[in-house]
């Protein structure tokens, strides 16, 4: 009798325990069907097993295991949870369909101001500025300050901090530069002076004193018909173009690269190659042994052609568009040959030529008609 009690006895527990362990493992599947918790493998490495730590954090329901918990108040649990999980989808939605209008806002208005700066411009007389005692030089313009090199080639610049100033040859200082410029097509930007030296472009900071390089794979020929540069570097509106040609072609090669700031030129000190980049390159059908010098104003390759009578200049390749011109063609008064630097500046809306040692400003103003 004794025997069969107890067997009685061993039985029930074992059945409670077994129904007490199917109570909570359904429990358990509960909750894992509520959260969307995938059930972690054990074969995961740790970085997964961080990352999926991580999620179930911000996606589980954490409770003691034993709770007393009812099958209502469980579904209303989990739907509470999936009501809160997809109004926190929903913001995140809105808010990147709202950074998605901001962006495309912003794009429409940068169209906008490209299709306001096109090639329909009249230019002005040119102006005298400045007489030269060599007849070989460069002249560039930067807001106010003017920057004018003597020669070809050489290691030292002069500094006006005005136009009033070059005209009476007042110079403000006398920059030396850390590589020897060679040729005399450089650009002035932001305070700062981009030149060729070798098969290099070299951006130097004048305020910081920091140099970066970056170098082309440049033809051994004068780039222009009559031209000491190898490399002619123009800065508009848009950035900083280099103009060349390639080893072994006749044609003309456009890159454009990124101008460095003043915060980063404090941070990255000795990285040579770190600042300036490339950003594009255009490979065009044009020769530019047939001009004698060229600029670019809004993203607009302009070419200039000299005589021994007169200089023209005319629009050719929007690179914007990504397509050639016929545009109109201006005759430059007074100016023949032999130019060795034009050089558009985006701040005074000017063009600086130097020519046998005299130096000339043309105005720029945007005409009513506009392109295409």
């Excluded at 911000?58 to 918990?69: E, G, K």
């Excluded at 006006?160 to 002035?188: C, E, H, K, N, Q």
């Excluded at 011109?325 to 032999?338: A, C, Q």
Aim: hydrophobic letters at 30%.
């Amino acid at each position: 009798m004794f025997r069969y009690i107890f067997t009685i006895s061993f039985l029930s527990s074992i059945s409670f325990i077994l129904y007490q362990r199917i109570y909570i493992n359904n429990l358990k599947n509960q909750i894992y069907s509520c959260s969307h918790r995938s059930k972690r493998s054990i074969s995961m490495d740790i970085h997964t097993k961080m990352e999926n730590e991580e999620k179930d954090k911000s996606r589980s329901i954490s409770f003691p295991l034993y709770a007393q918990i009812s099958e209502k108040e469980m579904a209303k649990l989990c739907s509470d949870h999936r009501r809160e999980r997809k109004k926190k989808e929903n913001m995140k939605k809105s808010k990147r369909m709202k950074e998605k209008s901001i962006r495309e806002e912003s794009y429409e208005e940068k169209n906008i101001e490209r299709k306001k700066c096109s090639q329909h411009v009249s230019y002005s007389s040119p102006r005298l500025i400045s007489r030269r005692s060599h007849w070989n030089g460069c002249a560039l313009r930067d807001g106010n300050t003017w920057y004018v090199c003597e020669f070809h080639m050489g290691y030292t610049i002069l500094e006006y901090a005005d136009t009033s100033s070059l005209s009476a040859s007042l110079p403000r200082a006398l920059r030396t530069l850390p590589f020897p410029y060679i040729g005399t097509d450089s650009a002035s930007i932001n305070g700062s002076i981009a030149y060729s030296y070798d098969d290099q472009l070299v951006f130097y900071n004048i305020a910081t004193s920091q140099t970066n390089r970056l170098p082309f794979n440049i033809h051994q020929d004068p780039l222009y018909n009559g031209s000491f540069s190898r490399m002619d570097i123009q800065s508009d509106e848009h950035g900083l173009w280099i103009l060349y040609r390639e080893k072994k072609k006749d044609t003309l090669t456009v890159s454009r690269v990124s101008i460095p700031s003043l915060k980063y030129l404090s941070l990255y000190i000795f990285c040579k190659y770190f600042l300036i980049r490339l950003l594009h390159t255009w490979n065009l059908p044009f020769q530019p042994s047939q001009y004698c010098n060229s600029f670019i104003r809004c993203g607009i390759l302009h070419s200039i052609t000299c005589s021994s009578q007169s200089s023209s200049i005319k629009p050719i390749y929007d690179f914007y568009s990504a397509l050639p011109i016929i545009g109109k063609s201006t005759t430059l008064s007074g100016i023949r040959e032999d130019v060795n630097s034009a050089q558009y500046d985006p701040i005074s809306h000017s063009l600086s030529i130097f020519s046998r040692g005299l130096i000339y400003s043309i105005s720029i103003e945007q005409s009513s008609q506009s392109s295409s």
